[in-house]
């Protein structure tokens, strides 16, 4: 399948609603003392982390039958299905060590990748009441919705276009990882008249700057496609790039890397 078929309006809706509902089952454990397990590449994981894998998976099936999902805790045991041009890219809790930590700045991911592209994506906030979506370019969206275990959005307020800003003349508006920032961020930073900085956690970076509250976020360090995709979509959506180093586009599904990604650059009006 080179790309979805269907009604786009249709799976955004369906994406979002998935995304609530793993948000929901992720704050039934938020307050209270889940246990931590180890994987493999010695990032936590939680049964928070598997429950939501759990409502995904399932309904992204039904809701979008012949396009396989590759999720991040199914890779981790080795369940990576086979996929062509068009798949889903879901990390069902980004930012585990924020979840831990108890400070919010987790999400639930959920991404449609067109030949290479990040072409729809979900980043639900639940601890923050936050859901970022986009359908395409111009068509990024912010609403506010706090959880619910339908998935119903019928009692958020409507929501809102959001679009990249244009940074101020008096200098840009960082944000980077609060778990991840190293001495190679602050140095490609130095490159920069940097007049503020943020800290956040998971794929909020991407949607900050995407909404206008920053400028550019800057990764060094090792993500997985699953991290970024989504947070990629919406900026995208909002008018702004991801790109590595060099300025080539940031690309998905590359198997030979095993679905890591090269250091990039989330910019927002950034030129």
């Not at 009604?7 to 003392?33: F, P, S, V």
């Not at 997985?224 to 995709?229: H, R, V």
């Not at 947070?231 to 080539?248: I, P």
Request: glycine share 10%; aromatic share 8%.
């Amino acid at each position: 399948m080179d790309s979805f078929q269907g009604d786009r309006d249709e799976l955004i809706n369906a994406m979002c609603r998935i995304a609530i509902k793993a948000g929901a089952a992720i704050m039934d454990h938020y307050h209270t003392d889940v246990a931590v397990s180890e994987k493999d590449d010695k990032s936590p994981v939680t049964a928070a982390d598997q429950d939501a894998e759990d409502i995904i998976l399932p309904a992204l099936a039904d809701a979008a039958p012949g396009i396989p999902a590759v999720s991040e805790e199914a890779a981790a045991v080795g369940n990576t299905p086979e996929f062509g041009n068009t798949f889903f890219l879901v990390d069902p809790l980004d930012g585990t060590r924020e979840f831990l930590n108890k400070n919010g700045e987790f999400t639930v991911n959920i991404a449609l990748v067109e030949n290479g592209t990040p072409t729809m994506g979900v980043v639900y906030a639940p601890a923050k009441d936050r859901l970022f979506y986009a359908s395409g370019i111009g068509e990024a969206y912010e609403q506010q919705v706090k959880v619910n275990h339908q998935g119903s959005r019928e009692d958020a307020p409507a929501p809102v276009r959001i679009s990249v800003r244009t940074p101020s003349p008096e200098g840009l508006t960082i944000i980077a990882s609060r778990s991840h920032r190293d001495h190679k961020t602050d140095e490609y930073l130095s490159m920069y008249n940097v007049k503020d900085f943020l800290a956040a956690g998971s794929s909020l970076k991407f949607c900050l700057v995407a909404a206008g509250e920053a400028d550019l976020y800057p990764r060094h360090g090792r993500t997985m496609e699953w991290d970024t995709a989504a947070g990629h979509a919406v900026l995208a959506g909002a008018g702004g790039s991801v790109t590595e180093l060099d300025g080539t586009p940031l690309k998905y599904g590359k198997t030979q890397r095993g679905l890591d990604n090269p250091f990039f650059i989330a910019k927002g009006g950034v030129r």
